[in-house]
């Protein structure tokens, strides 16, 4: 594989939890913190993100595949610009659960996120059966390869990719390192059949269970460039020690 200039980033999903309160905590934890080696983005809910002060990076959980419009209920690209949002979670399993996202429409997403030259934190994952009966690379390589037909290899060098296993989020039940590095390592050999040096420097996150007394051996995996944290995220002080296990 191709040298590389990725650099750790750890993503907090509060996912619908989290309060003003939090918000102003997290602020504070991070104001006081030295994280020089790598990146924190925190994804709260739409409502919250307008009360972030510019210290950390703010994401958003979710767009609309839409543009602008009649579409009630939804949240556009644009908007989020106005509210400093730099990353957008596209294609999260809950969302693909709860709300039936096909594998196409996250591809629409993503496409939406990148039109807005904003970063798409793309996520795929298996659920257990899948890893169970042997499948698991088809299942991932068939997620990334329906954005690849939409949008194109080279554009994956301003996508961030999430590995989440589905029996591995917020059950308790992290992937082993091993585990978490054959993934990656799979995934971004897959890209390198398109392009050896965009597979080489696309930044790719282990989400599920991540908490403060594992994530350093996780991130210290070759292929693991930090983490999408849900539960661990709603606690400061277990956040920001995942952060420094990515600063290391
Ligand atoms: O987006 C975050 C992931 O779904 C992981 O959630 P978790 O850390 O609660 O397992």
């Known amino acids: 594989m191709e040298s590389n200039s990725r650099r750790q980033l750890v993503a907090g999903n509060w996912k619908m939890n989290g309060d003003k309160a939090l918000v102003d905590k997290v ?21 919250y993100l307008g009360l972030f002060d510019g210290k950390v990076k703010l994401g958003s959980q979710n767009i609309s595949q839409f543009e602008s419009g009649a579409h009630t209920g939804e949240v556009s690209v644009a908007m989020l610009k106005e509210f400093n949002c730099q ?17 196409s429409l996250v591809a629409l997403k993503v496409e939406q996120v990148l039109n807005a030259y904003l970063t798409p ?6 659920p257990e059966d899948v890893r169970d009966d042997g499948t698991l690379f088809d299942y991932i390589a068939a997620q990334l390869d329906t954005v690849l037909l939409k949008v194109g290899i080279s554009q994956f060098a301003d996508i961030v990719l999430a590995y989440e296993p589905i029996w591995a989020i917020g059950t ?4 082993s390192p091993a585990q978490a590095q054959e993934v990656h390592a799979f995934i971004r050999g897959h890209l390198a059949k398109q392009d050896n040096n965009i597979a080489a420097n696309i930044v790719i996150l282990y989400g599920g269970s991540v908490k403060g007394n594992n994530a350093q051996e996780l991130f210290s995996q070759a292929d693991v460039d930090g983490g999408l944290i ?15 296990a990515a600063n290391q």
């Open 27 to 47: 602020q504070k934890q991070f104001a006081a913190a030295t994280l020089n080696n790598m990146d924190v983005v925190i994804c709260p809910p739409f409502p």
């Open 87 to 103: 990353y957008v979670i596209v294609g999260h399993s809950e969302r693909r659960a709860d709300n039936n996202e096909s594998s």
């Open 121 to 126: 934190i793309l996520c795929v994952g298996e």
């Open 172 to 175: 308790g039940k992290t992937a």
């Open 230 to 244: 849900g539960g661990a995220s709603l606690n400061p002080e277990d956040f920001l020690s995942i952060c420094q």
